[in-house]
């Protein structure tokens, strides 16, 4: 069956300056977890420009053309008064959570693999419970650990295990 274009009619949608406020943050959230960085036109994801453009370019009609402007070949993108503030605090909030989501769930399955040697289950694939639990437990370690003392205690040894 051959791909088909579908057209859907003229659809009317309502924002309050708010409310399209909020629309701005989340396109600037989505995108700067893409890829996109303000500051760098050329980071933003082929994938998105055109819906952030259109997004971006209706600030003026929603009564927030404060919060976008225009780098000099034209391309639309948030300003600072637009990703500082709250927006600025929830991509900290989401970069510091994902750090230590993903170093002590390494960590763990590091620890995981080392304890089970050459015969380990590859992590991903379907571990046992006792594997399961194993890892939840190097996981809370990790998680004590870090909520304690940050990265203080964390040492890098190079060339190898210690």
Request: with cysteine; net charge negative.
């Amino acid at each position: 069956m051959a791909a088909e274009s579908i057209l859907c009619c003229p659809m009317k949608v309502s924002f309050t300056t708010k409310e399209y406020t909020r629309l701005l943050e989340l396109a600037h959230l989505g995108l700067w977890v893409t890829g996109a960085r303000p500051d760098d036109p050329a980071t933003m994801p082929e994938r998105y420009a055109d819906v952030s453009q259109k997004i971006f370019g209706l600030a003026e009609v929603f009564g927030c053309a404060d919060l976008v402007e225009a780098d000099v070949n034209g391309e639309l993108f948030p300003n600072e008064k637009l990703t500082e503030g709250p927006v600025h605090e929830k991509l900290d909030a989401f970069v510091e959570d994902a750090f230590w989501g993903e170093l002590v769930g390494r960590l763990a399955e590091r620890d995981l693999r080392t304890e089970q040697g050459p015969d380990a289950t590859k992590i991903g694939e379907e571990l046992s419970e006792e594997e399961i639990q194993r890892l939840e437990a190097l996981e809370d370690s990790y998680w004590r650990e870090f909520e304690a003392n940050g990265v203080d205690h964390l040492v890098v040894l190079k060339g190898g295990k210690g």
